[in-house]
């Protein structure tokens, strides 16, 4: 059953892999509370804030998709057709099955997979004209339009160079790969699928200065105690607590 796109509540595994953020900066890109209680035991501990979205082609935590999303905004619904298994990625060719570039193949460039969008290079684009005021004629911008991948474009086999439908399996080895139902070969994933605004290929990135190491990952650092942080650093610092609190009552 189709559900809808503006009740998705998280973001999809794609984007966050290929924005290589934590998933708690984009939690708290994305958030708008309307009503947060003080920290306290009187106070029910409950937050007023938004849970639906409606993605668009602006990464969540940006600027854009707040704006697009501000309280009180309304858009007509748009249903989307549940994916049980992504199979496009950035890198693939594949090929336009509607629209005036019908039969044209190309590069996938974008991946909005919370909208089961993808933008193909240089294909399916409109124009818009951008700073148009009165003596100038302002300028005439192209992009590419996003397309669906449920029936608007379909992957290329790489045997014969035409559209297919491709499922996941696994090889003898266990390795999980894209194979084509028509010709049965393995459609290997493009390495552009690595990409991230931090590197090309993850073999090729070099560890920064602040970058957790992986030696450091191995070693156990957190010893488990029965105290409270406020007891570990007194005990640590050698400071003895000898002060008596006063008595406090609730009515």
Aim: glycine share 6%; with cysteine; aromatic share 10%.
């Amino acid at each position: 059953m189709p559900r809808l796109a503006g009740l998705l509540r998280s973001v999809s595994d794609m984007t966050k892999q290929t924005s290589n953020l934590p998933e708690a900066y984009i939690k708290r890109a994305m958030e708008q509370v309307g009503w947060r209680p003080p920290k306290a035991i009187q106070f029910r501990q409950v937050e007023v804030k938004r849970k639906n979205f409606r993605f668009t082609t602006n990464r969540p935590w940006t600027q854009e998709f707040k704006r697009q999303n501000q309280p009180g905004t309304r858009r007509a619904k748009v249903f989307v057709e549940p994916v049980a298994e992504w199979t496009f990625f950035k890198g693939d060719r594949v090929e336009v099955l509607v629209g005036p570039d019908k039969g044209k193949q190309g590069l996938v460039n974008y991946v909005v997979q919370e909208r089961n969008w993808i933008m193909v290079e240089g294909l399916n684009c409109h124009y818009r004209i951008i700073g148009k005021k009165n003596n100038y004629p302002g300028m005439m911008v192209k992009s590419e339009a996003p397309l669906l991948v449920t029936d608007q474009v379909a992957l290329v086999d790489p045997a014969d160079n035409k559209p297919v439908k491709a499922e996941w399996r696994y090889t003898e080895e266990g390795e999980r790969v894209r194979v084509s139902l028509r010709t049965g070969r393995i459609i290997p994933l493009p390495k552009l699928a690595e990409e991230t605004p931090d590197y090309k290929t993850k073999d090729t990135y070099v560890e920064q200065e602040k970058d957790t190491k992986a030696d450091d990952l191995t070693k156990i650092t957190f010893q488990p105690s029965l105290k409270t942080f406020e007891m570990d650093i007194a005990e640590k610092m050698g400071i003895k607590e000898d002060r008596v609190p006063t008595k406090t009552y609730w009515y």
